[in-house]
């Protein structure tokens, strides 16, 4: 008997140090992937930037080429400026021409145009790959990169990308059947280094190949990154897919896909890769376990997975928790292993405007800035990815990740502390529909036909509240919807601006006009909302012009919403994976509709 006790006692003992070292999931939130946002709560003050905008008719106003399929975005920063990479394919996934492209910004708000970093690359003809029937004949290659910079201890800069090659749309860039991969040194005035060859793979040469190899360089220091860079296992790491599969640099060549990492508070690597794989390794990444193991409780996909470490200490794991690439989430560790909740970082999919091969909607192929690839100095978790593999995106999350306000809202835009207006708001802001405080006004614009900007305010949950806000339309014929949502992000009440000059409310699937409104007159309105019975007074400019009950019952709100737009909701759960069309006017540009909002009050009554 007492034998048995041991045993019982050694096996549990022994799974619970084995769970210890294990990244998991113990919270109990999960998504419902029927809504874009998943039904979560929003982390407080995350900001959502769109960087590029793919536009095939009007190639001027991208990137000067008109090419969509815009994917796996890659993140740094260095000298007190961000750099992001990001590979495009002309239509599709693993279709040529491929190239990479490289953007910058000094606050991570407003992005240059642009430039092509790695060039389109012509594969010699003739040129087979060992199990696939096609030949090479004006092939060009396509770019296909886990890794996108590497700063060294002597503060050098290197862009990396990796030149694939595909004879069919069918066919894999990162089989390691490909040519090689490239390098170059970005310069502090903006400037490129010549391209090198830093890593080639078999059959693949300085003989056959157009870029030299980096040690041919005459710059020391470059050739001196380049080898420390090579010395680096856990760079190497992220080369796997990609590289020969017997290359003696990669340390784990199993064919996990996407890896990303991040140090322990004990000197440990946790290593994470697609479908939520994870393993750690005690030697900084000269090893790893034979075999990953599939993180217990999380849900992901075939998209990306990033993890690391926040200024705070703690630490955080961005993905897409369920089997579709939404919602964009969150969840935090004290530990770095044990992971406990799971908050919203954007629950937005904008319409996909052109169809391609493996165009998956939504948020996804998340990444941050790697371990030593710098520290912006407001010390927020900064990401990048793209939308729809189309167009390209960053977020910036404050640090300590917050999911409740503690207290009431009181914004008067002119007199909140310049430069830190936005720091509760969450927002969503494209290129043509920006969100922004300009003139002492949080100022919404939209001139996109397929797209709109998004301001939304976190208050204490309330059943019993007030709201009120000062508005000017700079003209009556936009549409601006404004939204009391629950913590699910669940509208009880919506407001509507609509494009006749009309003021509306939701009453199921009706609306109720209760007013109009004037290009540049400033309207100031207050709501008062119980949710215990549902009813709702409006007043506009002091007086009370409607009393009627919300369109959904709620147990309470806690957010108040204000949009360019319509509520989306294509595509859901049972939309086919694969969009072959193109919408109509997908690169043209609507008039511009602004509005501008000077304050904005919420408390309880």
Not at 213 to 222: E, G, I, W
Not at 285 to 313: C, Y
Not at 428 to 448: F, G, H, I, M, T
Not at 511 to 520: D, S
Request: hydrophobic share 35%.
């Amino acid at each position: 008997m007492k034998k048995r006790i041991l045993f019982f006692l050694m096996t549990w003992t022994f799974q619970q140090l084995a769970a210890q070292d294990t990244v998991r999931y113990t919270g109990k939130t999960l998504v419902n992937a029927d809504y874009h946002h998943g039904q979560l709560s929003p982390v407080m003050g995350v900001h959502n930037i769109q960087t590029f905008r793919a536009n095939r008719e009007h190639p001027e106003l991208a990137e000067d080429f008109g090419w969509t399929y815009n994917h796996a975005p890659m993140l740094a920063h260095w000298r007190g400026k961000f750099y992001l990479e990001y590979l495009s394919d002309r239509v599709g996934e693993s279709i040529p021409p491929g190239q990479t492209f490289l953007q910058t910004s000094a606050d991570g708000y407003s992005w240059s145009r642009p430039q092509v970093v790695f060039p389109v690359y012509r594969i010699p003809d003739g040129t087979r790959k060992e199990g696939h029937p096609g030949v090479a004949k004006d092939l060009d290659a396509v770019m296909h990169q886990r890794m996108g910079f590497f700063v060294s201890k002597k503060d050098v800069l290197l862009v990396l990308g990796f030149y694939g090659i595909c004879l069919d749309e069918k066919d894999d860039p990162n089989d390691g059947k490909g040519i090689g991969r490239v390098v170059r040194e970005v310069n502090a005035d903006g400037s490129f280094g010549a391209i090198y060859f830093i890593r080639y793979n078999p059959g693949w040469s300085e003989a056959n190949t157009r870029y030299p190899f980096y040690t041919k360089s005459k710059n020391k220091n470059f050739v001196a990154a380049c080898d420390e860079l090579l010395s680096n296992p856990l760079m190497m790491q992220q080369w796997n897919e990609e590289a020969d599969r017997k290359d003696p640099l990669i340390p784990l060549k199993k064919q996990y896909k996407a890896f990303s990492y991040y140090h322990l508070a004990d000197g440990r690597v946790v290593g994470l890769w697609k479908n939520a794989l994870t393993a750690i390794s005690t030697d900084h990444g000269k090893t790893w376990p034979e075999n990953a193991v599939r993180a217990p409780g999380f849900v992901n996909g075939t998209a990306k997975i990033w993890g690391q470490r926040t200024s705070d200490g703690r630490f955080a794991a961005v993905y897409n928790p369920s089997e579709y690439r939404w919602p964009l989430a969150v969840s935090t560790s004290d530990n770095g292993l044990e992971y406990k909740d799971l908050l919203l970082v954007n629950g937005e999919i904008s319409p996909m405007r052109y169809g391609g091969n493996y165009k998956s909607y939504g948020p996804q192929y998340i990444r941050g800035i790697v371990e030593g690839n710098g520290k912006p100095a407001d010390g927020k978790v900064w990401l990048t990815y793209s939308m729809n593999k189309e167009d390209i995106w960053v977020s910036s999350v404050p640090v300590p990740l917050r999911s409740q306000a503690t207290a009431h809202v009181d914004d008067d835009f002119s007199v909140l502390p310049k430069g830190r207006e936005l720091e509760n708001w969450n927002i969503y802001s494209p290129l043509w529909a920006p969100v922004n405080v300009r003139n002492n006004s949080l100022v919404l614009e939209d001139k996109d036909p397929f797209d709109y900007a998004k301001a939304e305010r976190l208050f204490p949950e309330a059943t019993r509240l007030r709201v009120e806000f000062k508005l000017t339309p700079a003209d009556a014929k936009g549409l601006l919807a404004v939204e009391l949502q629950d913590a699910k992000g669940t509208a009880a009440l919506r407001l509507t601006l609509d494009s006749t000059g009309t003021i509306s409310a939701k009453a199921g699937s009706r609306y109720k006009n209760f007013g109009n409104y004037k290009a540049g007159e400033t309207m100031s309105v207050a709501i008062r909302l119980n949710t215990g019975n549902r009813f709702y007074t409006i007043s506009m400019n002091g007086k009370d012009v409607l009393t009627s009950l919300t369109f959904v019952p709620v147990a309470s709100v806690s957010r108040l919403v204000f949009r360019t737009g319509e509520v989306r909701r294509f595509p859901d759960v049972d939309t086919p994976a694969d969009q072959t069309y193109d919408l109509k006017h997908a690169g043209e540009m609507a008039p511009n509709h602004r509005y501008s909002i000077h304050m904005v009050k919420t408390s309880t009554f």
